[in-house]
Nanobody
Framework: QVQLVESGGGLVQPGGSLRLSCAASGRTFSMYAMGWFPQAPGKEREFFSAIRWSGGTVISADFVRGRVTVSRDNAKNTVFLQMNSLKPEDTAVYYC????????????????WGQGTQDTVSL
């Protein structure tokens, strides 16, 4: 089992930035990749960006490229999501997830999920 805990969410004004963290514990050696999936009110959870645990390869959705940076600290078993130029439509609960097998975009591939952290972009 892998346990994931997100932190860093909050209220930010449009155009601002947020840095989210996701700390992993448990059988972290079994993780192949970790991803970020926001879920806006009334919408399904969608893929944002993900990083391969070994090597650091990153994939991102087209609509976030240039505004989002994913990084990891292997020593601390932590993944970060840096978001810039935030828009009100970025308001969502942001979940991190771990996939033991692949670096992918589908939620179905991610076996472990955190509890989510709320990000609100508003004046």
């Amino acid at each position: 089992q892998v346990q994931l805990v997100e932190s860093g969410g909050g209220l930010v004004q449009p155009g601002g930035s947020l840095r989210l963290s996701c700390a992993a514990s448990g059988r972290t050696f079994s993780m192949y990749a970790m991803g970020w999936f926001p879920q806006a009110p009334g919408k399904e959870r969608e893929f944002f960006s993900a990083i391969r645990w070994s090597g650091g390869t990153v994939i991102s959705a087209d609509f976030v490229r240039g505004r989002v940076t994913v990084s990891r600290d292997n020593a601390k078993n932590t993944v970060f999501l840096q978001m810039n130029s935030l828009k009100p439509e970025d308001t969502a609960v942001y979940y991190c997830a771990a996939d033991p097998h692949r670096l992918g975009v589908a939620t179905e591939g991610y076996d472990y999920w955190g509890q989510g952290t709320q990000d609100t972009v508003s004046l």
